[in-house]
């Protein structure tokens, strides 16, 4: 048997780590493409605003614990119940813009993620900021590799999260209408469901999740909105894997970009140039989304 080195021993260190890193990021990109297909489905309109949506929440959570002193899960769920305020607001307007161009509603939301953007500058000082984590900055080694609790909370959140909304969807009477609403919004309509009702109140959900990602990224890294809108063209491109219809399929295509990100920026980043890194991952994407347009082609329109 052929005697373990210590660069062997680094090696699989490296890959562990770039794993963790890469499933912690995956579930926050599957968490955007969930309530991207959530809004989607409701309203056949790419919600493009939940970038600017995942900024001001996190800008909203960075404020009251930073600036106010609020506790980190008061703080939490400031910046998700904002989330969900504008993602409601956005929804109303949706259903105002109802009778327009679905590409010109999916360019009002993108619109929306610009000006919300511009707030969060004038909001958070020049500098960079890192918003505290929800999890406390601690952590554990494991297998030569240290797991922060900021990685582990923010996993088992995502998935708690992804799993609840499932549930709600399959076992409550508001599931049970939104499905409905899904399958045939002019049959639903028909027997008395409130279409407008759920539409806000979908997006609203779809809103707190764009908050809460935001949130959980912006803590790992920075507050910048830069970063936070590629969060969100990550969670469309897992969104878009799953043809925006299925909630499974697009949480599973967000883990698996955040994966491929994560191993192939770990294991590469170091002998690539700056910015090639994540090459790789969005070629990953790019390939992707373009089979997903191909056998879809209500989608061809989002490979641009």
């Given amino acids: 048997?052929?005697?373990?080195?210590?660069?062997?021993?680094?090696?699989?260190?490296?890959?562990?780590?770039?794993?963790?890193?890469?499933?912690?990021?995956?579930?926050?990109?599957?968490?955007?493409?969930?309530?991207?297909?959530?809004?989607?489905?409701?309203?056949?309109?790419?919600?493009?605003?939940?970038?600017?949506?995942?900024?001001?929440?996190?800008?909203?959570?960075?404020?009251?614990?930073?600036?106010?002193?609020?506790?980190?899960?008061?703080?939490?769920?400031?910046?998700?119940?904002?989330?969900?305020?504008?993602?409601?607001?956005?929804?109303?307007?949706?259903?105002?813009?109802?009778?327009?161009?679905?590409?010109?509603?999916?360019?009002?939301?993108?619109?929306?993620?610009?000006?919300?953007?511009?707030?969060?500058?004038?909001?958070?000082?020049?500098?960079?900021?890192?918003?505290?984590?929800?999890?406390?900055?601690?952590?554990?080694?494991?297998?030569?590799?240290?797991?922060?609790?900021?990685?582990?909370?923010?996993?088992?959140?995502c998935i708690a999260v992804v799993l609840v909304t499932t549930w709600v969807m399959r076992m409550t009477r508001f599931g049970m209408f939104v499905r409905a609403i899904y399958d045939d919004p002019d049959g639903a309509s028909t027997v008395g469901i409130p279409l407008g009702v759920y539409v806000v109140g979908v997006w609203a959900v779809a809103g707190g999740m764009a908050g809460l990602a935001g949130i959980l990224a912006s803590s790992r890294v920075q507050l910048d909105s830069v970063l936070l809108l590629f969060v969100m063209v990550w969670g469309l491109a897992g969104a878009v894997l799953g043809g925006l219809e299925s909630f499974a399929l697009a949480f599973a295509g967000g883990v698996t970009l955040g994966v491929a990100e994560g191993l192939l920026g770990g294991m590469l980043g170091g002998s690539l140039g700056p910015g090639l890194e994540n090459l790789s991952a969005i070629l990953i994407m790019a390939v992707g989304v373009l089979y997903a347009g191909t056998k879809r082609r209500h989608l061809a329109h989002l490979q641009t």
């Avoid at 989607?40 to 614990?65: C, D, E, H, P, T």
């Avoid at 969900?84 to 949706?94: C, K, R, S």
């Avoid at 969060?120 to 984590?133: A, G, R, T």
């Fill in 1 to 157: 048997m052929a005697e373990v080195t210590e660069r062997d021993l680094k090696s699989v260190a490296l890959f562990i780590s770039a794993l963790i890193i890469g499933v912690s990021l995956g579930t926050i990109y599957g968490l955007m493409a969930f309530g991207m297909v959530a809004s989607y489905r409701i309203s056949k309109v790419v919600n493009l605003g939940q970038a600017g949506i995942a900024a001001f929440g996190a800008s909203v959570y960075w404020w009251m614990s930073s600036q106010w002193g609020a506790p980190l899960v008061v703080s939490l769920v400031g910046g998700v119940l904002i989330g969900g305020v504008l993602g409601a607001i956005l929804g109303y307007a949706n259903l105002r813009l109802a009778n327009r161009a679905k590409g010109l509603v999916m360019i009002f939301t993108l619109t929306v993620t610009l000006l919300l953007f511009a707030w969060v500058d004038l909001i958070i000082p020049s500098y960079n900021i890192s918003p505290p984590s929800p999890f406390g900055q601690g952590g554990f080694n494991f297998q030569l590799t240290f797991i922060t609790y900021s990685q582990i909370g923010t996993f088992a959140t």
